[in-house]
């Protein structure tokens, strides 16, 4: 299970933080997930209880905020959300390649007490 070895890295970024910032626990993590990042949320959720047991973060809350996939339509000069890498456009029916979000992982922020 990937998300245990990614989950492992967000923890540690978050306690450094924590750290650097003289704070005794971390109470919370916000992670931004893209739709297209690989990643399974419930499966980010139970990593995170088990890496957190026995660290400065352990009883923190976990937020999760998703980010849909979108896709760039030169053509319509516009966005569209999609749901995978390659995406017909609904309005002019062009296929674009070109995509936008979907693919975030990263600490939106880190909440220390
Ligand atoms: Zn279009």
């Known amino acids: ?15 450094d933080a924590a750290k650097s910032a003289g704070a005794e626990r971390v109470v919370k993590l916000r ?21 957190c047991h026995d660290t400065m973060a352990e009883g923190a809350t976990l937020e999760i905020e998703s980010v849909q996939a979108a896709c760039w339509c030169a053509t319509c000069a516009a966005e569209f959300e999609c749901a995978d890498f390659f995406n017909e456009c609904p309005r002019c029916h062009n296929f674009s390649g070109e995509l936008r979000r979907g693919r975030e992982l990263d600490i939106a922020s880190v909440e220390t007490s």
């Open 1 to 15: 299970m990937h998300e245990v070895s990614i989950m492992t890295e967000a923890l540690r970024m978050a306690v």
């Open 31 to 51: 992670l931004r997930i893209g739709s297209l990042s690989g990643v399974v949320p419930d499966a980010m959720q139970f990593a995170f209880d088990v890496v």
